[in-house]
Nanobody, 121 residues
Framework: QVQLVESGGGLVQPGGALRLSCAAS????????MRWYRQAPGKERELVAG???????NYADSVKGRFTISRDTAKNIVTLQMNSLKAEDTAVYYCNYNALRAGDLAYRDYWGQGTQVTVSS
């Protein structure tokens, strides 16, 4: 069984910063991409940022220049540093790993339970 657990969400004022982390536990053999998604009330889940096994990062246009994704491959951890937060960044943030579990034959997506980020004065 593979479990992802996010941490670091909370309430912050506009212009503030938060750092989200996602840690994986279980029998993981290998991880391809690590991603962060978010879902605001009444909206579809959207991709915020992703990072490949080789460390190449990509971002949604709405967060470019403000968010930074990074990964610690040895520890199976991905982080999202969020700066200059805006009210429109308010959402539940989910981490996602495309991973190969020990004993499996194919990679699959695993999801965390989500962490709330609220940007408000």
């Amino acid at each position: 069984q593979v479990q992802l657990v996010e941490s670091g969400g909370g309430l912050v004022q506009p212009g503030g910063a938060l750092r989200l982390s996602c840690a994986a536990s279980g029998s993981i053999f290998s991880i391809n991409a690590m991603r962060w998604y978010r879902q605001a009330p009444g909206k579809e889940r959207e991709l915020v940022a992703g990072i490949t096994r080789g460390g190449i990062a990509n971002y949604a246009d709405s967060v470019k220049g403000r968010f930074t994704i990074s990964r610690d491959t040895a520890k199976n951890i991905v982080t999202l540093q969020m700066n200059s937060l805006k009210a429109e960044d308010t959402a539940v943030y989910y981490c996602n790993y495309n991973a190969l579990r020990a004993g499996d034959l194919a990679y699959r997506d695993y999801w965390g339970q989500g962490t709330q980020v609220t940007v408000s004065s």
